[in-house]
């Protein structure tokens, strides 16, 4: 059974720091592109960041850009999110997704066939 399963997410202040863990089956992990998304109350649900299959490449939304770290371990077939200097706006519950993703295509949730649960980050001002 192929499934995503996230961890890591809590209560944190402005300009401290979270990792949020993602852990695959290890058919998702091998062949798929695994990424990020978020939804915050009221609002839709963005694009964070994704990375390639084979950890080559790397993608993120602007508002992360030189503060969020994507990374893949393939001795724990986890990917992980490393969150610094997190504002109030990155409030969210935060998913992870899995995907047979081409390039041009990773901030599009609808090319992602798995879902994470979710797990809430909360940081609070």
């Known amino acids: 059974q192929e499934q995503l399963v996230e961890s890591g997410g809590g209560l944190v202040q402005a300009g401290e720091s979270l990792k949020l863990f993602c852990t695959a089956s290890?058919?998702?992990?091998?062949?798929?592109?695994l990424g990020w998304f978020r939804q915050a109350p009221g609002n839709e649900q963005e694009f964070v960041t994704a990375?390639?299959?084979?950890?080559?490449?790397?993608f993120y939304t602007d508002s992360v850009k030189g503060r969020f770290t994507i990374s893949r371990d393939g001795a724990k077939n986890s990917v992980t999110l490393q969150m610094n200097n997190l504002k109030p706006e990155d409030t969210a519950i935060y998913y992870c997704?899995?995907?047979?993703?081409?390039?041009?295509?990773?901030?599009?949730?609808?090319?992602?066939?798995?879902w994470g649960q979710g797990t809430q980050v909360t940081v609070s001002s």
């Open positions: 990375i390639g299959w084979n950890g080559e490449n790397t």
């Open positions: 290890d058919t998702l992990f091998k062949i798929y592109a």
């Open positions: 997704a899995a995907g047979l993703v081409v390039d041009g295509n990773v901030e599009d949730a609808s090319k992602y066939t798995y």
